[in-house]
């Protein structure tokens, strides 16, 4: 999911998860605290940003603020748990962020149901019970892989809040 701004002045003074690795820059997964930033008149934007735990400043120069926002975006779970995590683990949390069931369910949906009727097809070679067979076997394939997508994102970030939730003294226990 794509966070939008409006104007560059928005993301002034804020801490924003960088999503996406361009050379000379941050890594993914870096929360970055944006000091400043300029939109020149012909839609470019300049973003002066310091690395939240490092203190070390950085520019980037961006063609336009859409651009920014496909870069970073604002996440206040990792910004006060940045300690808790390793690399690793904060870029899994953003491929799960970024999963919808368009991008990545429909796709799985899609190839699934091909496979399932072309196998019930040559299967069963044209009978009545093929369509039935096959139509069943479909409802059946997308409530598994969404029922499946939803219980892996929602597993995986429990996990997260678990692994947070052990190091804190917030007394709860995630399962």
């Known amino acids: 999911m794509t966070y939008m701004l409006n104007d560059i002045d928005e993301a002034i003074d804020r ?10 820059q941050v890594p993914a997964g870096t929360i970055v605290h944006i000091m400043d930033g300029k939109q020149e008149s012909n839609g470019s934007v300049t973003v002066y ?27 206040n779970f990792i910004a006060r748990h940045y300690e808790s995590f390793n ?17 990545f369910c429909l796709p799985i949906i899609l190839v699934a149901l091909v496979l399932v009727w072309a196998a019930v097809l040559i299967v069963l070679k044209g009978e009545k019970t093929a369509l039935i067979l096959g ?6 394939l997308v ?3 969404t029922f499946l997508f939803k219980t892996g994102k929602q597993k995986a970030m429990t996990k ?7 190091k804190s003294n917030w007394g709860v226990r995630f399962r």
């Not at 139509?135 to 059946?140: C, F, P």
């Open 87 to 103: 690399k690793k683990e904060i870029q899994r949390y953003i491929k799960l962020k970024d999963r919808s069931f368009t991008n």
């Open 49 to 75: 940003y310091r690395i939240t735990y490092t203190r070390q400043d950085y520019t980037i120069k961006f063609d336009d603020l859409k651009s920014f926002c496909k870069w970073a975006r604002p996440d």
């Open 135 to 140: 139509a069943v076997a479909s409802v059946l």
């Open 15 to 24: 801490k924003f998860l960088v999503t996406k690795s361009i050379s000379n």
């Open 160 to 166: 997260l809040y678990s692994k947070v939730s052990a």
């Open 143 to 145: 409530i598994v892989i």
